[in-house]
């Protein structure tokens, strides 16, 4: 078996050039099916990661998976905005913990901001339940504070103490500046691999500040009248929350505070039994048209709508696996009639029919496995390369580990499609070889 | 089986001298009774012998044309064809009476092959090349190393009676080989661990006149150092004078007036 073995290798290292051709088609294919894999899964588990400990999801009334989709992962925006009554009222039940208000809606040099209390670095929970943490400075405090995202001060440079500029809406170019109210960075968070690496976190009262002056102030631009609609709106909000001023007022200290419409919130409850009547009394309430998701239920809904697009991408990399193997195939086939002598002289040397199987099986196996391993070489080779950039560009950071037993698998089967592909000319041969004896009539 | 195996032992023995060969015990190395061939499906035989024997250590020259069945008859005594009747032992061994991996077995342990050309493997080197059937046959290896001390120093030594053992020689790809160079390095691996049986078929037909009877003359040196019988095929008369026996494969085959020479 190691003469073959042998013998396999130095024809390979002979026909070098096919050799190598083929190790590389069967390695992009390869890496082509780990990769899909790869970025399937982790961004899933980033998804996944993005955000724990949260009961329930209250926004607007809208489809969970928009809601879960532009509340938590800033992907796409809110349709409606929820009044800071209503949000008083709920965060007030007796079964709810803790609450975090997020303002949504304006843009700091393409980084979203969000506005938000104390509460978000109290409360918010990401990946196996861990808590925000800083790397510099202090949790927001002045209305004019604001605490960065690792990725922001990362991206821009941002140190403690420069004042920041927020802009209206999410383009990375806008033309309506906040330029009034500048933000002090007070504190950067630690990295997360979440959206919160992204985000330019500020108070509510900041944000406040901010809107109240563009809606009430001069517009000094032609396109001012769609900020003004919106500041409009956030006006609107406002004056509804103050239509309801004259209810109790409550011990409670974020109900003293009085702030514009939210875009969603965040609540914690004390006892998880409670989320389903509780995202009831929200999906019943009578004041506002709200929605309360539970983000563990909702999560499964947006794979549902992104598997299909998922399914289609590891098919067609599965085809390209196919296509690769045909290659090697092809490659191995093309030879067989030269090597019909070169079988001959091995069996005049004592080389059994089924060594000269094994040979062509061999190579099959060596070429897929050096494909493989080349494949795999190359993911890690691109994932190192291009894991700044998706998570500069996408917010999809991977960590680089060992590979999943998934891929494993998928890797074992390409390896198995790679010997089975190499029975074909092994058999051919096996059977030139019976038939010829050692004497080639070609 | 028993026998087969027995007898295995018995070839195994060091080898014997011409001179002290008790040639009533040792077995023929070649013995055909009765035997007869036809392509599967086709019903006229092609090969026809009523007895052919190869005794140990004989130098036998079969002369045929060209399409007498020579290369058939070849691979008929090394058992990678198999008679339709009759038998051919080999050493002993019925090779009819043995599994395909019996025959590939017996044929690496005692059989070396010198073809008339491409005889070696292109992308093994000289000395790879030679040393190949210790790769497929334990019995070979063995006696490779008894007689050379290792398998390498033993196929340096084979090459060196060769006139091959130049360094250059060695180091250069057996592509770039002349074909009087290929032949004899395909001369040092037939004999390399000393076959019973060396079978070469034409080996000389790609050389002119003055390098054919030198590849002869090393062959015939390197066989009685070997103790190996050597069944030489040809088509060309004017090596006969040379050999102990010469067979007209036209007269020994019974089947040749009714086979037009097609094969």
């Given at each position: 078996m190691n003469t073959v073995l042998t013998l396999a290798f130095k024809s390979l290292r002979n026909r070098r050039g096919t050799a190598l051709l083929t190790v590389i088609s069967i390695a992009c294919a390869v890496l082509l099916l780990l990769g899909v894999e790869r970025l399937r899964h982790e961004s899933r588990e980033s998804f996944t990661n993005t955000i724990?400990?949260?009961?329930?999801?209250?926004?607007?009334?809208?489809?969970?998976?928009?809601?879960?989709?532009?509340?938590?992962?800033?992907?796409?925006?809110?349709?409606?905005?929820?009044?800071?009554?209503?949000?008083?009222?709920?965060?007030?039940?007796?079964?709810?913990?803790?609450?975090?208000?997020?303002?949504?809606?304006?843009?700091?040099?393409?980084?979203?901001?969000?506005?938000?209390?104390?509460?978000?670095?109290?409360?918010?929970?990401f990946g196996e339940r861990r808590r925000l943490e800083l790397q510099a400075g202090k949790t927001l405090d002045g209305p004019f504070d604001t605490v960065l995202g690792a990725e922001v001060a990362a991206q821009l440079g941002y140190r403690l103490g420069d004042r920041i500029v927020v802009a209206h809406g999410s383009g990375e170019v806008s033309f309506s500046l906040h330029e009034d109210h500048p933000f002090t960075v007070t504190g950067i968070l630690a990295r997360t691999g979440t959206p919160v690496d992204r985000t330019v976190h500020v108070t509510l009262a900041g944000m406040d500040a901010m809107h109240e002056d563009t809606a009430t102030g001069p517009a000094a631009d032609p396109l001012g009248t769609a900020m003004m609609e919106r500041g409009g709106e956030r006006q609107a909000a406002r004056e509804h929350s103050h239509a309801h001023a004259d209810e109790p007022a409550d011990d409670e200290e974020h109900a003293q505070e009085e702030h514009a419409a939210i875009t969603a919130f965040l609540v914690g409850l004390k006892s998880r039994p409670a989320v389903l009547s509780m995202q009831r009394y929200v999906n019943e309430y009578p004041h506002e048209a709200l929605t309360a998701i539970l983000p563990g239920a909702t999560l499964p809904e947006l794979w549902e709508i992104v598997g299909a697009a998922e399914k289609a991408l590891f098919g067609v990399s599965v085809l390209v696996v196919v296509v690769g193997l045909t290659g090697m195939?092809?490659?191995?086939?093309?030879?067989?009639?030269?090597?019909?002598r070169e079988m001959a002289v091995l069996r005049s040397v004592g080389a059994r029919p089924a060594q000269v199987f094994a040979l062509i099986l061999g190579e099959a196996t060596v070429l897929t496995l050096a494909g493989i391993a080349l494949g795999v070489a190359l993911l890690y080779g691109g994932l190192l390369l291009g894991q700044p950039w998706l998570e500069a560009r996408m917010g999809l950071f991977i960590p680089i580990g060992w590979p999943?037993?998934?891929?494993?698998?998928?890797?074992?089967?390409?390896?198995?499609?790679?010997?089975?592909?190499?029975?074909?000319?092994g058999y051919r041969l096996y059977r030139h070889s019976l038939a010829d004896g050692m004497t080639i009539r070609i | 089986m028993y026998l087969g195996r027995s007898l295995t032992y018995l070839s195994a023995c060091p080898l014997l001298t011409d001179a002290t060969r008790p040639v009533a015990l040792a077995p023929a190395v070649v013995d055909v009774h009765s035997m007869r061939f036809a392509w599967r499906g086709t019903t006229q035989a092609l090969l026809e012998i009523e007895a052919l024997r190869v005794a140990p250590g004989e130098r036998m020259f079969l002369r045929g044309p060209s399409g007498s069945g020579k290369s058939t008859l070849l691979s008929l005594l090394a058992g990678v064809l198999t008679a339709s009747a009759g038998e051919i032992l080999l050493l002993g061994h019925n090779l009819a009476a043995l599994s395909g991996a019996q025959r590939d077995r017996i044929r690496a342990d005692h059989v070396g092959f010198i073809f008339q050309m491409f005889n070696l493997i292109p992308y093994l080197s000289v000395m790879e090349n030679v040393m190949l059937p210790c790769g497929f046959s334990q019995r070979r290896r063995l006696r490779a190393h008894q007689r050379g001390g290792t398998v390498e120093a033993e196929a340096r030594r084979l090459l060196g009676a060769l006139d091959m053992a130049d360094a250059g020689l060695l180091a250069r790809p057996v592509t770039q080989l002349s074909v009087g160079q290929q032949q004899r390095v395909a001369a040092a691996r037939a004999l390399i661990g000393a076959p019973e049986l060396v079978i070469a078929d034409e080996p000389t037909s790609s050389l002119d006149a003055d390098r054919r009877n030198a590849f002869v003359e090393l062959l015939f040196r390197e066989c009685r150092e070997a103790g190996s019988a050597l069944v030489f095929v040809s088509h060309d008369p004017g090596l006969a004078p040379l050999f102990d026996r010469t067979v007209e494969l036209t007269t020994l085959n019974l089947a040749a007036e009714a086979q037009p020479p097609t094969r």
């Open positions: 724990s400990g949260t009961d329930l999801i209250v926004g607007a009334r809208s489809s969970p998976v928009h809601l879960l989709l532009y509340s938590v992962f800033h992907v796409g925006n809110a349709t409606n905005n929820i009044a800071w009554d209503s949000y008083r009222a709920i965060a007030q039940r007796p079964e709810v913990a803790w609450t975090i208000p997020l303002s949504l809606g304006d843009s700091h040099r393409g980084f979203r901001v969000l506005g938000t209390s104390a509460e978000f670095f109290e409360h918010f929970r195939l092809i490659a191995l086939l093309t030879s067989l009639s030269e090597r019909r999943s037993g998934r891929e494993l698998t998928l890797a074992a089967l390409v390896a198995l499609a790679g010997i089975i592909i190499g029975l074909v000319p | -």
